[in-house]
């Protein structure tokens, strides 16, 4: 991880090992500020326009030549299209360069960015942010190489720190707690179960100012959480749930809570899964581990909205004593619920936190993230998550706070019609509603729960895992998926008061 950022002037001494310029597509020379800093790093960037280099998104090139006793590169980067970029294609631009300084050992870049900022469709703040998580994070790998190590990055800039250091510490904290998302999702099960999840989640937490406690089975059952316990009955592992509370004492503010499905292993249960890719089931969590990451957040930025992060923790296990298709369930809510599939786990525990949230705290909006189904991943892939609920400000603002933060999302529609293909024979619902519509029908059942409440559910199941086809900046694994989104919706929320 990039622990030193500094912000200099570009006409500042070149101390760094490298240089990167970044280029917009259609540009055919380096600017006058750019071609300053090139000479100072050895004036070997120009040459790379005459050698074909169009600036695609993510396109680099490098030279590298001996000044003194000391190897020093330059480095120009593909910017793409200048007057469509966003801050999901700035950063997986970023991420190529950073992933090539890794590659050759760079300890310490600069980056001149006023090119970034000239014309673009974005502001400078936005623009920074961009590239700064991109550079931390594209630092953080699966299996850690010691030798890759960038640990310093000049920003390079006519822009004054009062303009632009606020971008940059809030990316500097994205990035710490993205990265602290990752690792949460790669550990295997054997090392993360439901009360080591919580009990690290409560100390991270806690450290930033946010009040917390973690439920355990007796607590669980008492607050009549069956869904909770009938998923996690075949574990071992004994299910907890974790309630993080911040700001909870400003009254005048609009009070949000982010529910995340926390199933730290998940088999199918007795519906068994296959045994490809079951491996990957460790990173069921995902939606638990972004929303308690963005609640620590809001702490540390001091947002004004009060935020109650809560997680239901399980393991989906197949034993003697789980739960059996055709079993029926009374969740928190009242409403039965007849299991068809115990693979459909995942609404289950969310309908009780749901209800949970909504009898505790009446609060202004529900938001729930979760890797749900693999229905999101065939119909919007890996890039984009899909939004569903029953409040159509809310939908609106969770698409723009994707927007801005470059963690899209895309609404998909939810009304009666859906939740009649979940109504029951033997109870109110069922927890399967078949292969039709599966990502509208999973999130119907949770939204039974919300009632009246403002509700806006999330399925990440897509976007929380990078097989290797993710952006530049991603490692395998755990992508770090929803924190920004959720981050960027809360300063949303915060700013409607």
């Known amino acids: 991880m990039i622990r030193n950022i500094a912000l200099q002037s570009p006409t500042?001494?070149?101390?760094?090992?490298?240089?990167?310029?970044?280029?917009?597509?259609?540009?055919?020379?380096?600017?006058?500020?750019?071609?300053?800093?090139?000479?100072?790093?050895?004036?070997?960037?120009?040459?790379?326009?005459?050698?074909?280099?169009?600036?695609e998104r993510g396109e680099t090139r490098m030279a590298s030549i001996k000044r003194g006793r000391r190897l020093v590169h330059t480095v120009l980067v593909g910017l793409g299209d200048r007057t469509n970029a966003t801050p999901?294609?700035?950063?997986?631009?970023?991420?190529?360069?950073?992933?090539?300084?890794?590659?050759?050992?760079?300890?310490?870049?600069?980056?001149?960015?006023?090119?970034?900022?000239?014309?673009?469709?974005?502001?400078?703040?936005?623009?920074t942010h961009a590239v700064v998580k991109a550079f931390c994070l594209a630092c953080h790998q699966l299996k850690p190489r010691p030798s890759a190590r960038l640990t310093r990055l000049t920003l390079r800039t006519t822009r004054s720190a009062r303009e632009l250091s606020p971008a940059i510490q809030r990316a500097r904290v994205l990035a710490e707690w993205m990265v602290r998302v990752r690792d949460w999702v790669n550990l295997p099960a054997n090392e993360l179960g439901p009360?080591?999840?919580?009990?690290?989640?409560?100390?991270?937490?806690?450290?930033?100012?946010?009040?917390?406690?973690?439920?355990?089975?007796?607590?669980?059952?008492?607050?009549?959480?069956?869904?909770?316990?009938?998923?996690?009955?075949?574990?071992?592992?004994?299910?907890?749930?974790?309630?993080?509370?911040?700001?909870l004492a400003k009254k005048n503010w609009p009070l949000v809570c982010l529910v995340g499905k926390g199933v730290t292993f998940d088999s199918g249960g007795i519906s068994i899964k296959p045994w490809e890719k079951m491996?990957?089931?460790?990173?069921?969590?995902?939606?638990?581990?972004?929303?308690?990451?963005?609640?620590?957040?809001?702490?540390?930025?001091?947002?004004p909205v009060r935020v109650v992060a809560i997680t239901p923790c399980v393991e989906n296990m197949p034993d003697g004593n789980a739960f059996r298709p055709g079993d029926v369930i009374k969740l928190k809510s009242g409403k039965t619920v007849e299991v068809l599939s115990t693979d459909a786990e995942g609404r289950l525990i969310l309908a009780d936190a749901v209800a949970y949230a909504r009898e505790h705290y009446q609060p202004s909006i529900i938001v729930d993230m979760a890797t749900l189904t693999g229905g999101v991943l065939i119909a919007l892939g890996t890039r984009v998550a899909g939004i569903m609920g029953n409040s159509a400000r809310d939908?609106?603002?969770?698409?723009?706070?994707?927007?801005?933060?470059?963690?899209?999302?895309?609404?998909?529609p939810l009304d009666e019609r859906f939740v009649a293909m979940i109504k029951g024979?033997?109870?109110?619902?069922?927890?399967?509603?078949?292969?039709?519509?599966?990502?509208i029908t999973a999130a119907a059942l949770i939204g039974t729960s919300a009632e009246k409440t403002p509700w806006v559910h999330i399925d990440i199941a897509g976007t929380s895992w990078n097989d290797g086809s993710?952006?530049?900046?991603?490692?395998?694994?755990?992508?770090?998926?929803?924190?920004?989104?959720?981050?960027?919706?809360?300063?949303?929320v915060a700013s409607r008061a």
């Open 279 to 303: 491996n990957e089931m460790k990173s069921d969590m995902a939606g638990a581990a972004s929303v308690i990451a963005a609640t620590a957040m809001a702490a540390q930025l001091e947002l």
């Open 395 to 412: 939908l609106d603002d969770m698409r723009a706070a994707g927007e801005r933060s470059g963690e899209p999302v895309w609404p998909l």
């Open 195 to 247: 009360a080591s999840f919580t009990g690290d989640a409560k100390r991270a937490l806690v450290k930033d100012g946010v009040t917390c406690r973690v439920l355990t089975r007796k607590q669980i059952e008492a607050e009549g959480m069956n869904g909770v316990l009938a998923v996690g009955v075949g574990s071992r592992e004994e299910p907890r749930f974790l309630v993080a509370e911040h700001a």
């Open 12 to 55: 500042g001494a070149a101390r760094e090992q490298a240089l990167v310029i970044p280029v917009y597509k259609g540009t055919r020379k380096l600017s006058s500020g750019a071609a300053r800093m090139d000479r100072a790093f050895g004036g070997v960037g120009a040459v790379f326009f005459s050698e074909g280099f169009s600036a």
């Open 470 to 492: 993710g952006y530049s900046y991603q490692s395998r694994g755990g992508t770090g998926y929803g924190v920004d989104l959720l981050l960027r919706f809360l300063e949303i």
């Open 425 to 439: 024979e033997v109870s109110d619902y069922k927890n399967y509603g078949g292969r039709n519509a599966s990502v």
């Open 88 to 127: 999901e294609e700035l950063a997986d631009a970023a991420g190529a360069a950073a992933k090539l300084l890794l590659q050759h050992r760079v300890e310490s870049a600069a980056i001149y960015l006023d090119d970034l900022f000239a014309g673009a469709s974005l502001d400078a703040g936005d623009a």
